[in-house]
């Protein structure tokens, strides 16, 4: 899922994204719910509406904001409280009010809001959060009023396999539409990541999807699926477009750099993207020009090439050849595959 988060993927216009090949976009509540705020949201027509988005939406909870941008962030039993990094603001966040901005906001897929603390912590911290997040869980499940709207529940527990599976299956016995794995890419090594998901979703149920939050690199994408994952959502297609960087199946491209002054190539030969019609050299130009059209093709460029190595990998996975294509990229990014277990 390309990241909207304050209800729109930056620098693309909506039927941009549509063409990236993307099915379902991400938006935040966190966001949402500062500024315009739900209630205008609503009254704008919902977030597809407002967005002109007519495929499936995700929202967060808030969770994982209030946590890396909120200031002053206290969490109790009742609820989350921050300051608002727009106008410093009091906000009260609980389970409840939670739900109730993602319904406001009309999202296909809602979020419970959980408990997410930095890593490493010591293990009574992270024992309490992944408590209080199994018991906001279930006041998320209760508060929900929408038939129409899923509702996925977030596994905690840092990187303690038995905590993992703890909540995991007390989770799993819950009436859930689907799973995520949460309280990751907070500071952990990549092993540790592809560790944690490995010792997660063997508890959770098979027919549900799983969902691998604010989650990755390309590798990332590729090692995660081997371990079960099905969904992910990240800022770094867009914001290392803004940046100037492309993902191509050789690893990444600073656009910045003077080897690309005049360089004829696209970024990649075969990539139906709006950047890939223009040369590596034309592209250097905007960036150091600093014209918004170079940010506006890179995220195109890189939002295509992972809706297309997501696309690869569903046609690998239904073909029985997951692993000799994971294999492949994974060697033309210039790494080893991780072997599983
Ligand atoms: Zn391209």
């Known amino acids: 899922m390309p990241v909207g988060t304050q209800g729109t993927v930056k620098g693309l216009t909506i039927d941009q994204v549509a063409s990236t090949g993307a099915d379902m976009i991400l938006g935040n509540t966190y966001h949402l719910r500062l500024r315009p705020g739900h209630e205008t949201v609503a009254r704008l027509g919902g977030l597809h509406a407002m967005s002109g988005w007519d495929g499936p939406i995700l929202t967060d909870s808030g969770g994982f904001q209030v946590f890396s941008l909120g200031s002053l962030n206290q969490v109790t039993e009742q609820a989350a409280t921050f300051r608002s990094h727009i106008d410093g603001a009091i906000v009260v966040l609980t389970p409840e009010h939670s739900i109730e901005i993602q319904e406001a906001l009309g999202s296909d897929v809602a979020m419970v809001l959980d408990h997410v603390i930095a890593l490493p912590a010591p293990q009574a911290e992270v024992e309490d959060a992944l408590a209080r997040s199994i018991r906001w869980a279930a006041r998320c499940r209760a508060a929900s009023t929408r038939s129409d709207q899923a509702l996925f529940a977030i596994v905690q527990g840092g990187l303690d396999a038995q905590l993992r599976r703890q909540c995991a299956t007390e989770l799993a016995a819950m009436p859930f539409e689907g799973y995520a794995v949460g309280g990751l890419s907070v500071g952990e090594t990549p092993e540790e990541m592809y560790a944690t998901a490995a010792i997660t979703t063997p508890h959770l149920p098979v027919d549900k999807p799983r969902y691998l939050m604010g989650v990755g690199t390309p590798r990332d994408l590729i090692e995660n699926v081997a371990r079960g994952i099905d969904l992910f959502d990240?800022?770094?297609?867009?914001?290392?477009?803004?940046?100037?960087?492309?993902?191509?199946?050789?690893?990444?491209?600073?656009?910045?750099?003077?080897?690309?002054?005049?360089?004829?190539?696209?970024?990649?030969?075969?990539?139906?993207?709006?950047?890939?019609?223009?040369?590596?050299?034309?592209?250097?130009?905007?960036?150091?020009?600093?014209?918004?059209?170079?940010?506006?093709?890179?995220?195109?460029?890189?939002?295509?090439?992972?809706?297309?190595?997501?696309?690869?990998?569903?046609?690998?996975?239904?073909?029985?050849?997951?692993?000799e294509y994971a294999a492949g990229k994974l060697r033309g990014w210039g790494y080893e595959p991780i072997p599983l277990g």
Do not use: I, W
């Not at 592209?283 to 150091?288: A, G, S, V, Y």
């Open 234 to 323: 990240c800022v770094m297609p867009t914001r290392n477009g803004r940046n100037g960087l492309a993902f191509t199946d050789e690893g990444p491209l600073k656009l910045r750099n003077a080897t690309h002054r005049e360089d004829q190539r696209p970024l990649m030969q075969d990539c139906e993207c709006l950047a890939c019609r223009h040369s590596r050299g034309y592209l250097r130009h905007l960036f150091n020009a600093k014209e918004m059209l170079g940010p506006t093709l890179l995220s195109h460029h890189n939002l295509t090439y992972y809706g297309r190595l997501m696309s690869e990998v569903r046609t690998a996975l239904e073909q029985g050849r997951f692993e």
